[in-house]
């Protein structure tokens, strides 16, 4: 009972918004079309709204599967309607931390790390699914994990 209270908690807390992707910055960041209006996307403020990708972390610029984690996450999303779910997070660069829902369903910050182009972020994130993920795509050695 106790459990199922939380879970509602959760659920109510979390929100979710609709918009195009204009833009992919890298693997795990990309850009809305919608005007940041919450003090806390800092200098973001009324520009186009970035969202950092929730439970995950791609490879940054010069790193092996850097390339191939953002030409996934374009192929994947670039000028389609996605929903992002949060929770009113914000990181300290100002952008919305959250899930994207892609428009047949599949949520994208799962998808990188099943496909190995992301590792599951445990220093922001101690979600025991994106664990699995992530543990599943080294045994198959997909991805980063194919070296």
């Known amino acids: 009972m106790l459990f199922l209270l939380i879970v509602n908690i959760l659920v109510f807390l ?3 918004l609709e918009s195009t992707v204009l833009g992919i910055m890298d693997g795990d960041t990309i850009e809305l079309r919608m005007v940041g209006t919450n003090p806390k996307t800092k200098t973001r403020l009324g520009k186009n709204l970035r969202i950092r990708l929730a439970h995950v972390d791609c490879p940054e610029r010069g790193f092996p599967y ?3 984690a953002k ?3 374009s192929k994947a999303c670039f000028k389609k309607s ?3 779910i949060h929770n009113y ?3 300290r660069y100002g952008r919305l931390v959250g899930e994207v829902v ?3 369903g599949k949520i994208l910050n799962q998808e990188l790390v099943k496909n190995g182009l992301a590792i599951h972020y445990k220093k922001y994130s101690k979600s025991s699914y994106y664990s699995k993920l ?3 795509a080294k045994k198959l050695k997909k991805g980063m994990w194919a070296d």
Do not use: G, N
């Open 89 to 91: 997070e914000y990181d």
């Open 102 to 104: 892609l428009p047949d």
């Open 134 to 136: 992530e543990i599943e």
């Open 82 to 84: 996605v929903k992002v």
């Open 71 to 73: 030409d996934f996450t």
């Open 66 to 68: 850097y390339q191939k």
């Open 14 to 16: 979390q929100t979710s």
